[in-house]
């Protein structure tokens, strides 16, 4: 190598193609995913107020975590309906979502949201500490670096919602 | 050659495994739930968690912000920020940050970057927030403010504070979109933006934005009459931004033509032919890669351009003219390879290739000042986050940096972070920092006939030291209060006083400043959708010798932003800003308190978003201390401003 140009181009190329660290995935770009599937995977009964409407409707209440990743989910089909994307709603409007994801609130807001939801066909989906007493109908987690989920089941017939069995089989828990 | 040619190839190879690898958010959305389950996530990426332990405590607004409160200049950004004021000369705009903002000085005390690139020119280093700030604020996905001393790290001009610019990612703006705004004094905007992401994982993102003001016209006491059509404002941009893998590219330029009524300079009142244009023309490229598990490396290398021209009528006709040309190479590693330390060494080198300065008159021609001179700097760096225990932090940091003018100096950070419960945070800060005098104190002037200033090559930097302690609490999972009480002293000021022996104007080292201030913040979100943030600043900055209460410097100020859902899927963005009353030259100006309501809707028809916003709605009179250039001894600032702005996304 008796070029000092070529030495030089020949180490820059074998350092800008030397591969990259598998990119690890961000937490909220991997729950963007996960609310995406849950939408797919989740049948909404016909008398919801919004049915009949073309589409199907993705808020969130409380400090939104995701930032600009869950834009991502404006648009998107799911069975020839347009997901609209609402986020930070207020409470008197929790009614009119299909999917409902609760950022980590207090457990006297969650109650108030159940209470506004009643009967109501909202699929809740949160992040809370599993620990916690107060549940969603589903409940992300982190277990082992791995994102899971649990079902409440009662909650799902509750809301008179259906879902696929292969979300139900994926699920880490189901009570 | 052919086993270069070789390597290529493989290399080539390489890298399209490496691509394979990566993963974006649309493609987590095409994958099946069960693959999904099987990743491997990194947690907390809001950005809540590294501001708790940054080494300073910083605000944050992001392109949501942008929108909901109907933000048009970075300007306007700043402004809703705790403890930050503008003033406006009807040229330039200038933000204050600590009780600190002399008329008459440019932007030099504060650095403003676009993804990490320093954007201050380099004649008179200042910061562009106005309509001259690079890029179209469409553009941006964040604002990040951080008050205090930054030299540590980023050397000349983090001085009182450092902002940093963050554009949009391709895959957060897909498709084609264009702009439409109309404003108040014949004001329209229009621009169109392109944002792509291609199946190799290269990002692209082109932009060009047009507008064209008419502006107000002005009556000021001093002069007989109004100054018709003499604030006039048109400027044009253009953006593109290339990424792959580690490798960002950009490229901008940004010209803009500003006329001013206020007649500075002893030029004629109302004369059409006072103009000014600035044109900055950038391109950069920033290779970021993980050279292992814990060793970050960033290489970053950027050339800009700076042209001024002014056009100053007075009998004569008098042009100003700069042109500079700055290349800057920048490496920094990050390594997390030793327990309990993360520590960031860096290497700055800038090379002032021209630093060109002109001035003359037209008819009779004669030039009175020309110079060409150049400089280069560099700076080094090291900076250690120590973890002493589970629950404090050491952060220490230290830059050396050399000028060819006045030699080295060396400025020292050290912030103490207590995370005493999970929801308190406290810091002790202390720093120190430089103002470089910049090539404008140092070169402008001349000692031929009918020249009024002088250059001074042997000014010294200015220098400041800060003292800190800030207190951040999570009362809720929904609302955070902070508080925090500052101290700071500036020495060796750089400031014009008249040369008795020649009779002619010169910057030297003059006083000193010594502030004090305290500052409380809250925000938070109600159930009911409805999100506040709200600060209250309190500061008393002096001249150290005199104990006079410095100009253009309020000791209040206080903001309120208010943002939600108003009906249906309108959104209501509301502020009130109060700016306490500031000593000026001669006298003071009132205290102001202005109001500014925007209202929007996203997708009103599939893909078009609508918004109106009302600036200073109450239409307040009030006013801004000026500068020795200008008669008036405070300029009255914007009055009721509309705009009306739509976006179509095809």
């Known amino acids: ?175 | 050659m052919g086993l270069v040619a070789f390597l290529s190839f493989l290399s080539l190879i390489y890298s399209a495994v490496a691509r394979a690898e990566s993963t974006k958010t649309s493609e987590l959305l095409e994958m099946p739930l069960d693959s999904l389950l099987g990743l491997e996530v990194v947690s907390a990426s809001t950005y809540a968690q590294p501001l708790q332990h940054a080494p300073s405590s910083s605000v944050i607004v992001t392109s949501q912000d942008i929108r909901t409160y109907g933000y048009r200049t970075l300007a306007d950004v700043l402004a809703s920020m705790p403890g930050l004021y503008i003033s406006n000369d009807r040229s330039w705009e200038y933000v204050g940050v600590r009780g600190f903002s002399r008329p008459g000085d440019y932007n030099s005390r504060v650095l403003l970057m676009v993804d990490g690139m320093r954007t201050n020119d380099n004649i008179y280093n200042q910061a562009y927030i106005g309509n001259d700030f690079l890029v179209d604020l469409d553009l941006v996905e964040r604002v990040e403010f951080s008050p205090g001393p930054g030299a540590s790290i980023y050397g000349d001009n983090a001085f009182l504070g450092v902002i940093n610019v963050v554009t949009k990612k391709a895959r957060d703006m897909k498709g084609v979109a264009t702009t439409a705004e109309l404003s108040r004094y014949r004001g329209y905007k229009g621009s169109v933006r392109y944002g792509g992401e291609f199946d190799n994982g290269a990002e692209l993102i082109l932009s060009a934005t047009a507008s064209d003001t008419a502006g107000r016209d002005w009556r000021y006491p001093e002069f007989t009459g109004k100054a018709r059509d003499m604030d006039g404002e048109d400027f044009s941009k253009v953006f593109a931004k290339f990424s792959f893998e580690g490798l960002t590219l950009e490229v901008g330029r940004m010209r803009r033509d500003k006329n001013n009524p206020t007649a500075p300079f002893g030029t004629n009142f109302n004369d059409p032919r006072y103009e000014t244009r600035d044109t900055h023309t950038f391109a950069s490229a920033t290779f970021e890669h993980a050279l292992s598990d814990t060793l970050q490396m960033r290489l970053h290398a950027n050339h800009g351009r700076f042209d001024y021209e002014g056009h100053y009528p007075s009998t004569l006709m008098n042009i100003d003219r700069t042109h500079g040309v700055r290349n800057i190479i920048e490496g920094r590693l990050t390594s997390t390879a030793f327990e309990g330390h993360k520590i960031v060494s860096g290497i700055e080198y800038i090379r002032d290739a021209r630093l060109d300065m002109v001035n003359f008159d037209v008819a009779p021609a004669q030039i009175l000042l020309r110079e060409r001179r150049d400089a280069d700097k560099f700076g080094i760096y090291l900076q250690d986050e120590i973890r002493l225990h589970q629950k404090w932090l050491l952060n220490a940091g230290l830059r050396y940096d050399h000028y060819d003018s006045f030699g080295g100096t060396v400025n020292p950070r050290l912030a103490l972070i207590h995370q005493a419960t999970p929801s308190d945070t406290f810091k002790l800060i202390y720093g120190r920092a430089f103002r470089a005098p910049n090539a404008y104190e140092q070169f402008y002037g001349s000692t031929t006939m009918g020249a009024m200033q002088k250059g001074n090559p042997n000014l010294q930097p200015e220098i400041m030291q800060s003292y800190e302690a800030t207190w951040d609490t999570a009362l809720n999972s929904q609302w955070r209060a902070k508080a925090g009480v500052f101290h700071y002293r500036i020495k060796d000021t750089i400031g014009q006083e008249l040369d008795p022996v020649d009779n002619l104007w010169v910057f030297r080292n003059l006083g000193r400043v010594r502030t004090n201030g305290a500052e409380i913040g809250l925000e938070g979100l109600w159930l009911n959708g409805i999100r506040l943030k709200s600060s209250v600043t309190y500061q008393d900055a002096r001249e150290t010798e005199t104990d006079d209460w410095l100009v253009n410097s309020p000791r209040l100020l206080a903001k309120l932003g208010l943002s939600g859902r108003i009906h249906g899927e309108w959104l209501a963005g509301a502020e009130v800003q109060h700016i306490g009353a500031r000593r000026t030259m001669a006298s003071e100006t009132g205290s102001a308190t202005l109001a500014n309501l925007t209202v929007s809707h996203r997708d009103l028809l599939p893909g078009l978003d609508l918004s109106v916003g009302l600036y200073n709605l109450f239409d307040k009179r009030y006013a801004a201390p000026s500068d020795l250039v200008n008669l008036q001894d405070a300029l009255r600032q914007d009055g009721r401003m509309f705009r009306i702005k739509l976006d179509y996304r095809f």
Not at chain 1, 52 to 58: H, K, L, W
Not at chain 1, 64 to 73: C, H, I, K, N, Y
């Open chain 1, 1 to 175: 190598m008796r070029n000092p140009m070529k030495a030089l181009l020949l180490a820059v190329l074998l350092w800008v193609s030397s591969p990259v660290s598998a990119a690890p995935i961000q937490e909220y770009e991997l729950k963007t995913a996960f609310l995406y599937n849950f939408a797919l995977f989740t049948q909404w009964p016909n008398e919801t107020v919004t049915d009949g409407s073309p589409y199907i409707t993705v808020c969130t209440i409380g400090q939104d975590p995701f930032g600009p990743v869950l834009e991502q989910l404006q648009g998107r089909k799911i069975r020839e309906k347009r997901l609209v994307l609402r986020r930070e709603i207020s409470l008197d409007q929790v009614r009119d979502c299909h999917l409902l994801y609760i950022s980590a609130n207090e457990p006297e807001n969650l109650a108030r949201i159940r209470e506004q939801l009643q009967d109501a066909s909202v699929l809740t989906v949160s992040d809370l500490n599993p620990a916690s007493t107060e549940r969603t109908i589903v409940n992300m987690s982190i277990d082992n670096k791995r994102l899971v989920f649990d079902i409440d089941m009662m909650a799902v017939k509750q809301a008179r919602l259906v879902m696929s069995s292969k979300l139900l089989r994926l699920a880490r828990r189901v009570y």
